[in-house]
């Protein structure tokens, strides 16, 4: 899978990987386990986002340094990578500006249908995660280059993007992926789970309680909806960062095939969709200026929220 992917870029002295905009686990993991692999193989990697790490992916930045780049520092590289996405404007800004330099882009993403600026990719949506594609050029590369630093971060990326390893993207590969990092670095699954998981603060449990009390079905059940307003944030003292993984709620109710979270931000209401079911939360979203995988999505809508889920919970019945 990676044999056209390292012939190339091994050819390359310096180069810089962008993970996508609000850093999530798996960008974060691939990233780092990424420019471990490059550094490794005598490539001087660095790693770039423009946003900072929410409090409880903080650590994964003492694995590696994940800095915030700037359109100056461009002109170093001789060469580019993104992970977990697949179109530039997902990294933001200056990344957008690296397809300027006319220097060769690579990509590595579990995410469909992807841009065609790239030098070479590894783009693959039967993968849970870019962590796990990564995790494949070791093993393809060198499995003894699995270092601990290098296995946390993987780890910590399929853990999340997998949903702990509950979702429907999650395959043997996944498992035996997961079992050889254990293996190589040397730590339990706990001590990930728990700096990821347990680091909630009791306004966030707060918050939690009064977007539970939101819950709406429709069309027969079938599709649930939750929201969370701006004054839900201000009477708890939470901001919108806070709602992460608000929206699995809805879904793990008996018959619920897709669900929506709506989140009022100041000017536009950001949607989070997910399905366990036939419907196609990315067909969803993609009518919403949005995207994502098949059971894993988000959009877009000008607002009010009223009007927002009217319209976008109709365009969900339609695909029933
Ligand atoms: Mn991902």
């Known amino acids: ?27 974060l993991g691939s990233q780092i386990g990424l420019c471990l692999w490059l550094q490794k193989n005598g490539i001087d990697a660095t790693a770039y986002n423009e946003d900072v790490p929410a409090d409880n992916l903080v650590w994964l930045t003492d694995l590696f340094p994940v800095i915030q780049p700037s359109n100056e520092d461009l002109d170093q590289f001789d060469a580019f990578v993104v992970v977990d996405g697949n179109a530039l404007h997902r990294f933001g800004e200056v990344a957008m500006k690296v397809e300027e330099t006319g220097k060769p882009i ?29 995790y494949e050029l070791y093993a393809e590369h060198d499995p003894d280059q699995i270092d601990a630093p290098a296995a946390k971060a993987l780890f910590a990326g399929i853990l999340t993007d997998s949903g702990s390893f509950q979702f429907d993207s999650v395959t043997p590969n996944t498992l035996r992926a997961a079992s050889v990092l254990l293996d190589k670095g040397g730590f339990k699954p706990n001590e990930i789970a728990e700096k990821i998981y347990s680091t909630k603060t009791i306004d966030q449990i707060h918050l939690l309680s009064r977007a539970l009390g939101t819950i709406t079905f429709h069309a027969n059940q079938q599709i649930a909806s939750m929201y969370v307003t701006k004054a839900m944030f201000e009477e708890t003292g939470t901001a919108k960062e806070d709602t992460e993984g608000f929206v699995s ?30 419907i196609d939360v990315n067909r969803w979203a993609r009518n919403l200026n949005g995207g994502g995988h098949k059971k894993a999505a988000g959009a877009w809508h000008p607002g009010p929220l009223d009007k927002a889920i009217d319209e976008v919970i109709k365009l969900g019945e339609e695909q029933l």
């Open 249 to 278: 709620y809805p879904l793990s109710i008996t018959g619920v095939k897709a669900c929506v979270l709506f989140r009022e931000d100041d000017d536009r209401i950001k949607m989070s969709l997910r399905s366990r079911s036939e």
């Open 1 to 27: 899978m990676f044999k056209e992917f390292i012939s190339k870029i091994t050819r390359h002295k310096k180069v810089a990987v962008f993970s996508h905009v609000r850093p999530d686990g798996d960008c």
């Open 106 to 134: 690579y990509m590595i993403d579990h995410h469909p249908q992807p841009d065609d600026i790239f030098e070479e990719f590894v783009s693959r949506t039967d993968y849970s995660s870019a962590c796990e594609l990564v």
